[in-house]
């Protein structure tokens, strides 16, 4: 797998990954498909705009210290900095994290509420001079539908949706799906939604076709599902890809998993086959 160019310059593709519902696992979804497209030979930014920091206490390659600058220090108003100056090195080479520390995020949070004109902007004009440097960017968003999750989608080509297996769970994507298509109405008209990312599922209970059918009306189900397997949170954890893992004998099944999706949620748009 090798990236597509144009005119010498990489084609960038920027992918938010969201739900407004917290224990998804859009944060691990992020970590795993991260590892599988460093694997596949791509370049890869993760930007971190979650207050609870989960992806760059296991995504950094040395530890993000509270005082350390991130993406916070970048879109709040009237910065000096510029978001290449925050990016820190990955736990794999190929993969760089403009991270989030401290109180950053929840104070910019705040912030953004009370800010007038073009604060949906802010994360999308802060990325327009990182086309071109990186193959894929993930956002990984917080579990809430606020300014910092508006910020995602306004600032991405495509939506992921990650969402875990369980009735309940797509019955409450409604509230996500009215606010992307705000975005699509008011700042990003272009805006789709790339597909559905089923986490922690039980294909074997009854209500498993059923919940499937109902997140049909929220885009393409992206395969293949992703089951409910203990070495999937435990790896992530420890900063470690599944194919890394020995914790457990089913991790390189489930690696292999991460591989498969890969394609199904980037396309053909920015990779080409090696």
Known sequence: MTARHRDGKLETLILTICNQKG??????????????????????????MDPQGNLSKIAARSR?????????????????YELREVIVEGRWEGIYLAPTSGRGLMNLRNELVAANIGRELRLRKALEDLRGEYDLIFIDCPPSVD???????????????????????ADGLGQLGQT?????????????????????????????????????KWGPVLEPAIPLRVCIKDSSQSGMGLDEWTGDRKSPQMAALYNELLPAVIGERNVAPA
């Open 64 to 80: 993000v210290e509270t005082q350390q600058l991130g993406v916070a220090d970048v879109l709040t108003e009237d910065s000096e």
């Open 180 to 216: 992307i298509e705000d975005v699509q109405e008011y700042f990003h008209p272009d805006l789709r939604i790339r597909g559905v990312v089923v986490n922690k599922h039980e294909a074997r209970e009854v209500s498993a076709s059923d919940f499937m059918a109902r997140l049909q």
């Open 147 to 169: 300014q910092l999750t508006i910020n995602g989608l306004v600032a991405c080509d495509e939506a992921i949706v990650v969402t875990e297996s369980t009735l309940f769970g």
């Open 23 to 48: 224990g998804t696992g859009k944060t691990t979804t992020t970590f795993h498909l991260a590892r599988a497209a460093v694997l596949a030979g791509l370049r890869v930014l993760l930007i971190d």
